[in-house]
């Protein structure tokens, strides 16, 4: 595997306009001019993955290092429906920095099918051959260019995700 995803369209770019959705459920329209500044992560996850409840821990921890705003943490859900999804980002969000893409939206799909991170459930729906179960973390240090290309998984140390995320 390479070491780096490149996409077509810058991830802001690709944002510009859309809404997503922060802890508790507001829903805001991102402010695209900030994404850029500072390190941009997403993370393919899903609520029911036991992965991914092994994994958001140590995101968790890695974060409680960073000051807030010093990275925008975008989670790209697999969940089965907007309900189960509004609840995993209410209940499991420790920090109003991070925020989801609905599910409906169809950048979900698009970001999934770019980086083959997804569920193995959703196999079908996306099209494309799975590079990476989830979780997934990749980031991105450029303004959204350019991505890393191993993602960070549930057998990283905090230590690499923070690293990941530094500035």
Same mark, same amino acid.
């Given at each position: 595997?390479?070491?780096s ?5 810058? !991830? ?5 306009? &859309? ?7 507001n ?5 695209? *001019?900030? #994404?850029? $500044?500072?390190?941009?992560? !997403? ?5 029911e ?6 994994f958001?821990p ?9 000051p807030?705003?010093?990275?925008? @943490? @975008? ?8 309900? +189960?999804q509004?609840? *995993?980002?209410?209940?499991?969000? &420790? ?13 979900? @799909? ?14 079908? $729906? ?7 179960g @989830?979780?997934? #973390?990749?980031?991105? *240090?450029?303004?959204g ?7 960070l998984?549930e057998? $990283?140390s905090?230590?690499?995700? +923070?690293?990941? #995320?530094?500035?």
């Amino acid at each position: 595997m390479d070491d780096s995803n490149t996409l077509a369209t810058p !991830l802001p770019a690709m944002l510009s306009g &859309k809404t997503i959705l922060k802890k508790m459920g507001n829903s805001i329209t991102i402010p695209t *001019h900030q #994404l850029g $500044a500072r390190p941009i992560a !997403l993370l393919f996850c899903m609520s029911e993955c036991p992965d991914c409840q092994a994994f958001q821990p140590k995101l968790e921890a890695a974060t409680e290092n960073l000051p807030v705003g010093s990275a925008d @943490i @975008i989670v790209v859900s697999s969940e089965k429906d907007a309900k +189960t999804q509004f609840e *995993h980002v209410s209940n499991n969000f &420790k920090r109003d920095d991070w925020s989801t893409i609905p599910l409906d939206d169809e950048l979900t @799909i698009e970001l999934k099918r770019n980086f083959g991170a997804f569920a193995g459930s959703e196999a079908e $729906a996306v099209g494309v051959k799975r590079r990476a179960g @989830i979780p997934a #973390l990749y980031t991105s *240090h450029d303004g959204g260019k350019t991505w890393s290309g191993t993602p960070l998984n549930e057998n $990283a140390s905090v230590e690499d995700i +923070t690293k990941a #995320l530094a500035p």
